[in-house]
């Protein structure tokens, strides 16, 4: 059923965002403390703002209201996709490749079903990944979730660094 509603849901809030300039990253839907919570992670080129979300928060809450796919109640969060991302899309593993990546299968591929490594992008339209030095294909729908595994470590440097170039110290 969630699958489905899932499907659901981004086929009906996908076309609401995209003249916008807005791409839809992800949908969820599950219950978090006791209520229900449908989440949309959304993103642009330059990043999300404060406004960006209060907008697809706006549209999107109308369109649902009218619509009323869910039937029960719920509370709609908008949010940026984060640094570590989810890739869901074939256009997401080719912009990201050559970045650390997590991916979970909902089948063992290779004789298993978690791979930490780097994204090499798309071939033949299979993901390949580069984990522990050898090459590893994956179908994308085998897929239950991949996202972007960058090391809190290196974010904070690569922060101070661009802090330090635009401020000049």
Not at 85 to 109: H, I, M, Y
Not at 131 to 154: M, N, S, T, W
Request: with cysteine.
């Amino acid at each position: 059923m969630e699958r489905a509603l899932i499907a659901s849901l981004w086929t009906m809030i996908e076309p609401v965002l995209e003249p916008e300039g807005i791409e839809l990253v992800e949908v969820e839907f599950k219950m978090e403390s006791g209520r229900w919570i449908l989440r949309l992670y959304i993103d642009l080129p330059d990043g999300v703002s404060l406004d960006d979300c209060e907008l697809v928060s706006r549209q999107v809450g109308a369109l649902l209201d009218i619509k009323d796919p869910i039937g029960r109640p719920y509370n709609l969060e908008v949010s940026s996709p984060g640094i570590n991302r989810v890739l869901r899309k074939e256009k997401d593993f080719n912009r990201f490749a050559g970045s650390p990546v997590q991916v979970r299968t909902r089948r063992k591929v290779s004789g298993r079903r978690n791979f930490s490594g780097v994204l090499k992008g798309m071939e033949n339209s299979w993901i390949v990944l580069e984990v522990d030095g050898k090459r590893v294909e994956i179908d994308p729908e085998d897929v239950d979730k991949a996202q972007l595994h960058l090391p809190e470590a290196d974010l904070f440097r690569n922060d101070l660094r661009r802090r330090a170039v635009s401020t000049g110290d």
